[in-house]
């Protein structure tokens, strides 16, 4: 069993950075768990955002970050790290923390544990 917890959204203007982190805790985390960010829009599914394997050397994106986001962890804080530089309106949602055995998935059907989720919000 593993506990996550979103933190560091909030509003910001278009073009600006915010770092969000995922604190986990309980079991065991560095070895075992593909940790992953993804969001939801009011009236939208809930979307991949980036991923980051159990070492913290593979990573992957969505194709609407990519350039703009850096996802990263440190296994001695069990901790997930989301950087996000030039955000956009479209970048509005809310932003929740995923954790799954095994390797890289975009399904949020996958992921067995999340986080409460934290509000980034982008004003134009």
Do not use: H
């Not at 910001?12 to 992953?36: D, E, H, I, K, P």
């Not at 829009?41 to 050397?57: D, H, M, T, W």
């Not at 995923?98 to 390797?103: E, I, K, L």
């Amino acid at each position: 069993q593993v506990q996550l917890a979103e933190s560091g959204g909030g509003l910001v203007q278009a073009g600006g950075s915010l770092r969000l982190s995922c604190a986990a805790s309980g079991r065991t985390f560095s070895n075992y768990y593909f940790m992953a960010w993804f969001r939801q829009a009011p009236g939208k599914e809930r979307e991949f955002v980036a991923g980051v394997g159990q070492s913290g050397g593979s990573t992957n994106y969505a194709d609407s970050v990519k350039g703009r986001f850096t996802i990263s962890r440190d296994n001695a804080k069990n901790t997930v790290f989301l950087q996000m530089n030039s955000l956009k309106a479209e970048d509005t949602a809310v932003y929740y923390c995923g954790a799954r055995f095994g390797g890289w998935s975009a399904w949020p059907g996958g992921y067995g544990y999340w986080g409460q989720g934290t509000q980034v919000t982008v004003s134009s």
